[in-house]
């Protein structure tokens, strides 16, 4: 079977699901713990294309890869090219000021590497970061509206990176598209208008009011040209300079002012942003079946938290279960309440603390795990793993890693990849725009207390010590090492969930890409299960009820954007819940 071969039993029991939707409360205060909100879904057809393809959550994004790629542009070119483009057309959920991880591998030498350009805290910052006068954690709200939640930005280090060592076409010519669509001005899209319109912080900042404002405080239309002048001068001088203009120039005095001048100042200062390193890691790699999956080792507990949701669905022979069938939904949920456990526990900066990498993946520990799973009964809340003494009175960090977040596939035509996560964290980061560009409030990602009852948290705040993250940028090997599948997603903490489900519909269902990433979005992050507004039947809420699952429904609003490659080409996926595209060639 052809991994793009469509499964028509499959799809029945999916589609039978789909056409008896039950509208569910929505649960109070959600706005709080996803401040990306849904802008509804719009029906997504799966895109083909023989040599290369671009997937991503904006047009714009997509259009400035696949140009780099048509220009004669490698994988990380375009990449670099689609990244930058965030910044300007979907600065609520990544950009210049904020960071993430990306996955490259590049076919001809049968490389596969990962580069860190997560956000650093303050040098001068202790574990007491977010912790009020009397010793307690700050509410969200004041955590994030606060300087302290803004650590050095990474993207641009990250991007550098990628392109000193595998790029192939200037690094000015990579930003050129920003740098014109910033000039000219593009029209604000439904969905960026509808967030602009529902945050209540942004217009508290004065640069970020007068950018998405008009005078008299309306939000700017949809369809009304936005113009950047300012980034597009920031992107001219790092063009000709390279990153070094940013990190050490007025850009960077610029960002440890707004820090400084907050109503809530950080600490944040021209040394640390100075001195930010991006870091060349080893991908983690585990088997699903016959497969390969690699992604990002720590400090994101993507990869090894996806590789262990995988390895205990084999275990459980998950491939047999109907899709989105209550044995289906009931296994996905334990599997994610187990490696959420061991995530909370025990990732955190791998420069900080040695973290059991090679015990959480090991296949006996993870066969070990999938037997604490009952057939009809869920667990609700799953233990971490035990390794040693030591780690065994480790407290557990459960901190809502917020969902706002991009992902970037790319597949170039010589079948070399970039699979490309990154964030800001809340919606539109910490709402403080300098230069063009909004600033993360990614420092909110470490645990707010350094103790969980009494016991020490390793995703404590640290001087110069990057938070724990949820982004998973993901590929797929076939049993002869041929890359399958380039993917990744936004949504926070269920990022998760989210690439397993996508990878399970086409490997296990035989749904295209496009059909796997549009699925209900379901799981547990140790947690409720949660469950998607709207794509369960009453009678199967009522039998994971009885099943003792206590459940959330809500709008999982991921971001998923996938290619998956065969002997026909390229067939590209994007998230129907965003204004995602896939363009190819």
């Known amino acids: 079977m052809t991994l793009h071969r469509f499964t028509n039993i499959a799809l029945g029991i999916c589609l039978t699901i789909l056409q008896g939707l039950v509208q569910a409360e929505r649960l109070p205060n959600m706005a709080d713990l996803m401040p990306e909100q849904s802008s509804g879904i719009k029906n997504k057809n799966v895109v083909y294309a023989k040599n290369h393809m671009v997937a991503s959550a904006n047009y714009y994004i997509s259009k400035a890869g696949e140009d780099i790629l048509q220009a004669g542009g490698n994988a990380v070119d375009a990449g670099i090219a689609s990244a930058v483009m965030v910044t300007l057309v979907e600065p609520q959920s990544a950009g210049i000021g904020g960071g993430g991880f990306i996955l490259y591998y590049n076919a001809q030498k049968q490389l596969l590497t990962s580069i860190d350009g997560r956000e650093t805290a303050?040098?001068?910052?202790?574990?007491?970061?977010?912790?009020?006068?009397?010793?307690?954690?700050?509410?969200?709200?004041?955590?994030?509206?606060?300087?302290?939640?803004?650590?050095?930005?990474?993207?641009?280090?990250?991007?550098?990176?990628?392109?000193?060592?595998?790029?192939?076409?200037?690094?000015?010519?990579?930003?050129?598209?920003?740098?014109?669509?910033?000039?000219?001005?593009?029209?604000?899209?439904?969905?960026?208008?509808?967030?602009?319109?529902?945050?209540?912080?942004?217009?508290?900042?004065?640069?970020?009011?007068?950018?998405?404002?008009?005078?008299?405080?309306?939000?700017?239309?949809?369809?009304?040209?936005?113009?950047?002048?300012?980034?597009?001068?920031?992107?001219?001088?790092?063009?000709?300079?390279?990153?070094?203009?940013?990190?050490?120039?007025?850009?960077?005095?610029?960002?440890?002012?707004?820090?400084?001048?907050?109503?809530?100042?950080?600490?944040?200062?021209?040394?640390d942003i100075k001195n930010y390193q991006a870091i060349q890691r080893d991908p983690v790699c585990g088997k699903y079946r016959e497969w390969k999956v690699c992604g990002m080792g720590p400090p994101s507990s993507g990869g090894i938290a996806l590789i262990q949701i995988l390895g205990v669905l084999e275990n459980l022979h998950f491939n047999r279960l109907a899709p989105m069938s209550v044995a289906?939904?009931?296994?996905?949920?334990?599997?994610?309440?187990?490696?959420?456990?061991?995530?909370?526990?025990?990732?955190?900066?791998?420069?900080?603390?040695?973290?059991?990498?090679?015990?959480?993946?090991?296949?006996?520990?993870?066969?070990?795990?999938?037997?604490?799973?009952q057939i009809d009964q869920s667990m609700k809340k799953a233990p971490a793993g035990v390794f040693s003494p030591a780690l065994s009175v480790l407290g557990i960090d459960q901190n809502s890693e917020l969902?706002?977040?991009?992902?970037?596939?790319?597949?170039?035509?010589?079948?070399?990849?970039?699979?490309?996560?990154?964030?800001?964290?809340?919606?539109?980061?910490?709402?403080?725009?300098?230069?063009?560009?909004?600033?993360?409030?990614?420092?909110?990602?470490?645990?707010?207390?350094?103790?969980?009852?009494?016991?020490?948290?390793?995703?404590?705040?640290?001087?110069?010590?990057?938070?724990?993250?949820?982004?998973?940028p993901t590929m797929v090997f076939d049993a002869q090492g041929k890359l399958r599948m380039v993917l990744g997603s936004a949504g926070g903490p269920a990022i998760i969930n989210y690439v397993a489900k996508s990878i399970l519909g086409v490997l296990d269902w035989g749904f295209d890409i496009q059909q796997s990433i549009a699925l209900p979005n379901l799981g547990s992050r140790n947690q409720e299960t949660d469950i998607e507004t709207g794509t369960l039947t009453e009678a199967s809420l009522k039998r994971l009820k009885s099943m003792g699952h206590p459940l959330k429904i809500w709008e999982m609003n991921s971001g998923t954007q996938g290619i998956l490659i065969d002997q026909m080409g390229l067939w590209g996926g994007v998230d129907p819940r965003r204004e995602g595209v896939a363009l190819g060639h």
């Open 403 to 472: 969902p706002s977040t991009t992902h970037i596939s790319i597949v170039d035509r010589q079948g070399s990849a970039v699979s490309m996560t990154f964030s800001v964290a809340a919606a539109f980061g910490s709402r403080v725009m300098v230069d063009g560009f909004l600033l993360n409030n990614e420092m909110t990602d470490f645990a707010f207390s350094p103790v969980d009852q009494g016991k020490y948290v390793l995703n404590q705040v640290a001087g110069g010590k990057r938070p724990r993250s949820a982004m998973s």
């Open 328 to 373: 289906s939904i009931h296994y996905l949920a334990e599997a994610g309440r187990l490696a959420y456990a061991d995530r909370d526990q025990y990732i955190t900066d791998p420069a900080f603390e040695k973290i059991p990498v090679t015990q959480l993946l090991d296949a006996s520990y993870i066969q070990q795990r999938s037997r604490l799973i």
């Open 122 to 271: 303050a040098s001068t910052v202790t574990s007491d970061l977010f912790l009020d006068e009397h010793g307690q954690p700050l509410s969200y709200p004041d955590a994030v509206n606060n300087g302290r939640s803004i650590g050095t930005p990474g993207m641009l280090r990250a991007l550098e990176l990628l392109h000193q060592q595998y790029g192939k076409l200037p690094w000015a010519q990579l930003l050129q598209p920003t740098i014109h669509l910033a000039e000219k001005g593009f029209p604000i899209s439904p969905r960026l208008h509808q967030l602009i319109q529902g945050d209540p912080f942004l217009p508290k900042n004065k640069n970020a009011k007068e950018y998405f404002y008009r005078e008299n405080g309306e939000v700017k239309a949809t369809g009304e040209l936005l113009k950047n002048p300012q980034l597009a001068q920031v992107l001219k001088q790092v063009a000709q300079q390279g990153t070094r203009s940013f990190y050490e120039g007025p850009v960077a005095r610029d960002i440890v002012a707004a820090v400084e001048n907050h109503p809530r100042p950080g600490k944040l200062s021209l040394e």
